[in-house]
């Protein structure tokens, strides 16, 4: 049996080291969205998977390649870490107080783009792996990474890529790539990710702009055209009009709504922190807002854009319009079909000249609550954090994971070195050490338990 306490002390032992590492994959621009740095940092992370005996492979996709690896442990019990290598673009620059792909540690936290957002959910893995080879020297279970570089812009070759390949990623559960501790340290288990459907609106209604004094009366406005096709989509109590849309939606169970129950109310946070007048329904907070949250599929105009914005007046009819809009989705919703029923619809109310163009999507989808692997991962917290993890039946947001739970078929769980003022996705990303520590604990219990279970 392992022994655990002698894990924590040479994790204790191993920050600076795991922490210079991290910084040195988070030197490594990675920005898929403007293919930089991909090729120099998947070479990076197989660098330092093989570093640790692993055998690795950067295998291709239609985009960015996979890093896979493998490495056999005292069981065959195979646990599965998803992660991902790309980051999300660091503009705008002025914000970040240290250079975005310069880490820096000040007030016990790294600074860096990706140092949370998934960087330092690889390292916690890797640092969690080195101390329980330094302890055992093996592995309590045996581990695959499958390290993707296309997260930040939907993983879009992912799924043909799982489906390709679903000898070698075989495996008996899935650890995802991030997790976060609430406000009060308290680590929550997400069990399961919205979908989302990205789609453009766009149209056309004459081969040019034309003074509106002239076209005003007699042509058709594509801002207006946009604007009343938009109109149909949503009620203003928030119902989305498009039949069908709701069909395939299951309402959350007594136990889904126990568990948010116990969930800390986040509506004063919000209000504060967004300066809002109100929540939309009538929400005031609680249970309610809480289901409403996760449990409701949404339809949200991400942008718009037509005509002139610029300073002053332009009498102008614009000939062109579009806008971006981004449907969330919750099981058993399927992207691809809600494709097709916004067509119908459009067709329908009589906007057949709007195209649609196909942006993104992801299937949602949900590990079982009372899955074995799911509730040791939860009780593997104690631990390290004083408390099992708070369960969300669901995240609010979305990622690849339909592909690793109804394909590969493995339960996947959440847990990590996030925490509420992470900064992913925006500038001054950072990662609070001591949720690192916590992080690389919690992870090699996991693979301890797992191995053991
Ligand atoms: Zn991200």
Partial sequence: MTDIKAVDAVIEERTDQNLEELA??????????????????????????????????ILPTRGFPVVYAERGGRTDKTLLFYNH?????PEPLELWETPPFEPTIRSGKMYARGVS???????CRLAAIDALMAVDGELPCSIKFIIEGEEEIGSVNLTPFIKDHTDLLKADACLWEFGYVNKDGVPIQYAGLRGICYVELSLRTASRDV???????IFPNAAWRLTWALNTLKTPEEHIRIPGFYDKVVPPTERDLQLLEQLPDPSDEYMERYDLQGFIKGIEGGLELKREAIFTPTCTICGLTSGYQGPGSKTVLPAEASAK?????????DPQEVILLLRDHLDMEGYSDIEITFLGGEAPARTDLDDPFLQMVVESAREVYGVPMLIQPMSGGSGPNHAFIHILKVPVATAGVGYPDSRAHAPNENLVIDNFVAGVRHTARIMVNFGAG
């Fill in 325 to 333: 809009v981004d449907f969330r989705l919750i099981p058993n919703q």
């Fill in 24 to 57: 040195r994959l988070c030197a490594q621009p990675s920005i898929a969205a403007q293919g930089l740095g991909m090729e120099p940092c998947a070479e990076l992370v197989k660098e330092m998977l093989e570093a640790r005996g692993f055998k690795v492979q």
């Fill in 211 to 217: 003074h509106s004094g002239t076209g005003g009366s």
């Fill in 85 to 89: 290598y790309d980051v999300q673009p």
């Fill in 117 to 123: 957002d998934d960087k330092g959910h690889i390292l």
